[in-house]
């Protein structure tokens, strides 16, 4: 019997995270979802960055790409992700230093919306599996190959409640995933999801980026970059030519929590009440609106490592399902 290594990836619009087990031990990596397709590419590839050559193409990928290559579309059934998919598997296998013949049991996310479908469910599932052809390419250098089949799909927003069952088996818990494009919502009856509660929204954080960059075009009459505006985001104001300017910080703090009201309202505009459950928050994002959601919610839970929440839940499905 072949060995096995165990692969969950939540290969989101802004960040791709992944989760490996092999002999005991977990191994991680994550990068950006951004890729732009190149040609002879000679500079050096820098850390978190990835020169990978697919099908007689080459894509860059990570950290070197620029903001305005991410993928701005809901489905997730596009080349940008399947790169990113092949990519992390790679670099995973790396780490765990697995053989060239190992077993490859895959978890990986879709949209609430996608996951509900079974006709784009299961051509996702298609493309993954690259139409089970033999998976053929080379990542900064170094070639791979390997074969993907019985592929599990899980979908986004269900946090740790399946990495943790014993914690959620009692009582009602609502997950709510900030993600870069998307946001997300899933209430669970123990560790089970409520069909009629999963719903989506494009409130991610790159929304916010938008209205940030909107309101710096309209009070200082400047235009911003996909880029600049993500450093506007992480450092909490905006400069120009080196000047700070101060007013910024406070209309930067304003929108975040204007963006986690509407996140909020277009939840109870689709039933949720928030009584009688318990409130978690997963997904990159949470972290960025941290300080607004224990305004909103002195009670709810931010997971101690929202990135990989989803992850470790996929984890523990393959671990259940492979045992």
Request: charge should be positive; proline fraction near 1%.
């Given at each position: 019997m072949k060995e096995q290594i165990?692969?969950?990836?939540?290969?989101?619009?802004?960040?791709?995270?992944a989760l490996a087990k092999y002999k005991g031990n977990t191994y991680t990596t994550t990068f950006p979802t951004r890729m732009q397709q190149v040609k002879r590419f000679g500079v050096e590839i820098q850390p978190n960055s990835y020169l990978v050559e697919f099908n007689g193409d080459e894509f860059?990928?990570?950290e070197m790409v620029s903001e305005s290559?991410?993928?701005?579309?809901?489905?997730?059934?596009?080349?940008?992700?399947?790169?990113?998919?092949?990519?992390?598997?790679?670099?995973?296998?790396?780490?765990?230093?697995a053989p060239s013949n190992v077993d490859i049991r895959l978890a990986v996310n879709v949209p609430i919306t996608t996951y509900k479908d079974s006709i784009q469910k299961r051509n996702f599932k298609s493309m993954v599996e690259n139409e089970n052809r033999t998976i053929h390419l080379i990542v900064n250098g170094k070639a791979f190959s390997f074969d993907l089949s019985d592929v599990t799909i899980a979908f986004e927003g269900m946090g740790e409640v399946y990495a943790k069952p014993e914690k959620y088996r009692k009582g009602y818990t609502t997950v709510?995933?900030?993600?870069?494009?998307?946001?997300?919502?899933?209430?669970?009856?123990?560790?089970?999801?409520?069909?009629?509660?999963?719903?989506?929204?494009?409130?991610?954080?790159?929304?916010?980026?938008?209205?940030?960059g909107k309101y710096i075009n309209e009070r200082y009459g400047l235009s911003v970059s996909s880029d600049d505006l993500e450093h506007v985001l992480r450092c909490g104001y905006f400069?120009?030519?080196?000047?700070?300017?101060?007013?910024?910080?406070?209309?930067?703090?304003?929108?975040?929590?204007?963006?986690?009201?509407?996140?909020?309202?277009?939840?109870?505009?689709?039933?949720?009440?928030?009584?009688?459950?318990?409130?978690?928050?997963?997904?990159?994002?949470?972290?960025?609106?941290?300080?607004?959601?224990?305004?909103?919610?002195?009670?709810?839970?931010?997971?101690?490592?929202?990135?990989?929440?989803?992850?470790?839940?996929?984890?523990?499905?393959?671990?259940?399902?492979?045992?």
């Open positions: 165990l692969i969950a990836i939540d290969c989101g619009k802004s960040n791709s995270k860059l990928l990570g290559y991410s993928d701005f579309n809901l489905n997730k059934n596009s080349l940008i992700h399947k790169i990113a998919i092949y990519t992390a598997i790679t670099r995973l296998l790396q780490k765990a230093n709510i995933d900030v993600g870069g494009l998307n946001c997300t919502f899933c209430q669970f009856k123990g560790v089970q999801p409520m069909v009629n509660t999963m719903i989506s929204s494009d409130l991610g954080i790159n929304i916010l980026k938008g209205k940030i400069a120009s030519k080196g000047e700070i300017f101060e007013e910024s910080k406070v209309f930067i703090e304003e929108l975040k929590y204007d963006h986690l009201q509407q996140i909020v309202q277009f939840a109870k505009s689709r039933g949720y009440t928030f009584n009688m459950s318990d409130i978690h928050f997963v997904g990159g994002g949470s972290i960025t609106l941290r300080r607004y959601i224990k305004q909103l919610f002195s009670h709810a839970v931010i997971i101690d490592n929202p990135l990989y929440s989803n992850c470790l839940s996929f984890l523990k499905i393959l671990e259940v399902k492979y045992a």
